[in-house]
């Protein structure tokens, strides 16, 4: 069974930084694409970054700049370093993975979320 865990949220300053973790059950290097999305209270679920199987990335452009994705094949761990944090990049943060499986087409997995907050 795939499974995707998060782990560093929790409460940062204005302008310090986070590093979020994504520890995959299977090989990062398995999967076609791995991403971090975040969801603030009473928003929807957004894209912040992603990192595909050949290391192209993607970022939303609120993060540009301050966030960077990525991969260690050795730690099996997708990072997300997050530096100069603001208040609006308060949420909870999601792994995502998507993985081909035996039908030839992706299949998206979701890891539980963890929180980030920055305060005011």
């Known amino acids: 069974q795939v499974r995707l865990v998060e782990s560093g949220g929790g409460l940062a300053q204005p302008g310090g930084s986070l590093r979020l973790s994504c520890t995959p059950s299977q090989s990062v290097y398995t999967f076609y694409v791995i991403g971090w999305y975040r969801q603030p209270p009473g928003s929807q679920r957004a894209l912040v970054a992603t990192?595909?199987?050949?290391?192209?990335?993607t970022y939303a452009d609120s993060v540009k700049g301050r966030f960077g994705i990525s991969r260690d094949d050795h730690d099996n761990v997708v990072h997300l370093q997050m530096d100069n944090l603001k208040p609006e990049d308060s949420a909870v943060y999601y792994c995502q993975g998507k993985r081909d499986i035996d039908s030839g087409e992706l299949y998206t997995y979701w890891g539980q979320g963890t929180q980030v907050t920055v305060p005011t």
């Open positions: 990192i595909t199987h050949d290391r192209k990335t």
